[in-house]
């Protein structure tokens, strides 16, 4: 056989073994002086070096999964920097939204700019994921607030992930309530979104001064019954009780989670619900952080993601990781395996992402570095050298 693509790495970090929980998350099934071969898009062999035909070959340091971004806000127009000089002088998250500041804002500069310009700066935000290693990301609306506004952003993030090189996973998100009949309005556009495919999931901002779990309970109900996936923003501010949402949905994943009591806990754990957990967002609301050691040792599916917006302008993975490393303490393999195999889960994706193993796409990065441990290990640098998608190499540093 002749491959397309023959990648030899002095340390091949493969994730192969399924998601990681508990003690596993450390364990990244590395091959010293490995190869991955690949042909038509997915992976056709991984182990240890030999002689094979291949159409073009590369050898680098560290090859590994390529980085999965679970959740971000990425389709938004305008900034927010001073309300960060806000926060810096002791303003809280709420505190600015009351001021008319915040999403508001966001969603008034969303709505007031075209297409064009939403796209525009979108796939700018889009290159410079990939840039540094990701190949797959969720982008969630919310900043329409509005049905038709939802609708509006929710065509967006399909219009990208038909034009773009990354792997694009659209969710609806219920942001905000605007009024007393907004919850009705929403709840009459899900079949819409179901019927023409524009979303996998449903999310909810399911905390202090943004929805309640009744609220969450009546979107969910309708979510369901068109088969759209679920996920909720959970105790990011506060732990106003949604974490119960659990119990009653099967949830893809409960994000953020700084609060989170134990009963819930313990029924996220059972049901396998993934913990997404943000801490570039905590970083720069300058908030406290998820209780990552005790989740992890707990046995919840841990899983990492940068929450980009423009509260929280931090979209790199390794970034991420780093700073996962410093505030949450996971170790550099805890934050690898929570970017790429447990992120691949919260999206319902680990099938054909988030390792490097037989069958599954060939999405891989290579880095120009020792070994992973200095993935974690710098804040600030992009070690990124080469970058494979779907067998393809989309990009070289």
């Known amino acids: 056989m002749e491959y397309d693509l023959v990648i030899k790495a002095k340390q091949l970090v493969t994730l192969r073994g399924g998601v990681r929980v508990k003690e596993k998350m450390k364990e990244l099934n590395i091959i010293e002086d490995g190869m991955v071969a690949i042909k038509d898009k997915r992976i056709s062999y991984v182990g240890e070096k030999k002689t094979v035909n291949s159409k073009e070959e590369i050898s680098t340091g560290v090859a590994m999964p390529s980085f999965i971004d679970a959740h971000t806000h990425l389709l938004f127009y305008g900034s927010r920097e001073d309300e960060f000089e806000m926060r810096i002088e002791g303003l809280s998250y709420n505190e600015i939204l009351k001021k008319g ?52 952003e929710l065509r967006l993030i399909n219009e ?61 109900a309708e979510a369901k019954k068109y088969g759209l996936g679920l996920k909720a923003h959970v105790g990011e501010l506060e732990d106003i ?13 409960i994000d953020h989670i700084v609060y989170l009591d134990e009963k819930s806990l313990e029924q996220a754990i059972k049901k396998g619900t993934c913990g997404v957990l943000l801490p570039a967002t905590t970083f720069s609301l300058m908030q406290n952080h998820a209780n990552a050691k005790k989740y992890i040792e707990k046995g919840l599916i841990v899983a990492l993601a940068s929450d980009f917006s423009p509260a929280s302008w931090i979209s ?13 303490k996971m170790t550099q393999a805890e934050c690898i395996a929570a970017s790429t195999i447990n ?26 570095v020792p070994n992973y441990k200095w993935i974690g290990y710098t804040l600030g640098y992009n070690h990124v050298e080469i970058v494979i ?5 989309v990009l070289e540093r």
């Open 389 to 393: 998608k779907h067998g393809k190499k």
């Open 343 to 368: 992120a691949a889960y919260s999206l319902g994706i680990h099938n054909d992402y988030g390792s490097i193993e037989e069958g599954k796409f060939a999405d891989i990065t290579t880095f120009d």
């Open 160 to 220: 990208l992930k038909n034009n773009s090189e990354l792997t694009i996973v659209p969710t609806l998100l219920a942001h905000l309530k605007k009024d007393k009949k907004w919850l009705k309005d929403f709840i009459e556009i899900i079949p819409f979104v179901a019927y023409n495919n524009l979303a996998k999931f449903v999310d909810s901002f399911c905390d202090l001064g943004a929805l309640s779990y009744e609220d969450t309970d009546v979107i969910f």
């Open 101 to 152: 500041g915040g999403i508001w804002r966001t969603v008034d500069e969303t709505k007031k700019a075209g297409d064009a310009e939403i796209l525009k700066v979108a796939k700018e935000r889009l290159c410079y994921l990939l840039e540094h290693g990701t190949t797959v990301v969720e982008i969630k609306s919310g900043y329409g607030i509005d049905p038709k506004e939802e609708i509006r």
């Open 241 to 253: 009780g949604c974490g119960k949402l659990v119990e009653k949905y099967d949830l893809a994943s």
């Open 316 to 328: 790199d993975m390794q970034s991420v990781i780093s700073i996962a490393c410093r505030e949450l």
